[in-house]
T-cell receptor
Framework: DTGVSQNPRHKITKRGQNVTFRCDPI?????LYWYRQTLGQGPEFLTY????????KSRLLSDRFSAERPKGSFSTLEIQRTEQGDSAMYLC??????????????FGSGTRLTVV | QKEVEQNSGPLSVPEGAIASLNCTYS??????FFWYRQYSGKSPELIMS????GDKEDGRFTAQLNKASQYVSLLIRDSQPSDSATYLC???????????FGTGTKLQVIP
């Protein structure tokens, strides 16, 4: 197992363009999370999936953001009409979690988005 | 009140000393507690998890949990320059659904 894989590693885009990021989790993990991190801050929760179902979406996530996880495998995070405030590191993590236990996340390397 | 609070630091300790990192959380129903290490420009890496009151040791790291005081700490013994990083406290609230992170404490180990 190669861990959690995120692509691309870096993305520079012009304001108003759409961008899409991909995350491939650890295959044995049942949950997949998206977080966003800006300089000097801890990761902020965006959304998570259990298998293919999106179970929670943060109020931070405007309607310009959408995430999918078709067939419970990889996930994509799309940002439409990007704004400079969207510039951040987008982190994907996966975990093996049940109703009674959480064993912690394994993070991917992240996608650094710069909106110019 | 923030859900998970940490002193942002930097915390500077000499090589070989014990580094003590602290974290408080607001949700009394929290069940799982984690420490992540994040090197500059890298993603967080899980180094410790703790689920019950008391101490949990793993090599040079000891996590301490006090649910009554809503307090979690991480001790790093024999600190090395390679331990210089930001340490993120994370707490699982809301029925194991997601983890909330603090802003992190930057640790500097001085050779």
């Amino acid at each position: 197992d190669t861990g959690v894989s995120q692509n691309p590693r870096h993305k520079i885009t012009k304001r108003g363009q759409n961008v899409t990021f991909r995350c491939d989790p650890i295959s044995e993990h049942n949950r997949l999370y998206w977080y966003r991190q800006t300089l000097g801050q801890g990761p902020e929760f965006l959304t998570y999936f259990q298998n293919e179902a999106q179970l929670e979406k943060s109020r931070l996530l405007s309607d310009r953001f959408s995430a999918e996880r078709p067939k419970g495998s990889f996930s994509t995070l799309e940002i439409q009409r990007t704004e400079q405030g969207d510039s951040a590191m987008y982190l994907c993590a996966s975990s093996l979690t049940s109703q009674t236990a959480n064993y912690g996340y394994t993070f991917g390397s992240g996608t650094r988005l710069t909106v110019v | 009140q923030k859900e998970v609070e940490q002193n942002s630091g930097p915390l500077s300790v000499p090589e070989g000393a014990i580094a003590s990192l602290n974290c408080t959380y607001s949700d009394r129903g929290s069940q799982s507690f984690f420490w992540y290490r994040q090197y500059s420009g890298k993603s967080p890496e899980l180094i410790m998890s703790i689920y019950s009151n008391g101490d949990k040791e793993d090599g040079r790291f000891t996590a301490q949990l006090n649910k009554a005081s809503q307090y979690v700490s991480l001790l790093i013994r024999d600190s090395q320059p390679s331990d210089s990083a930001t340490y993120l406290c994370a707490v699982n609230s809301g029925g194991y659904q997601k983890v909330t992170f603090g802003t992190g404490t930057k640790l500097q180990v001085i050779p």
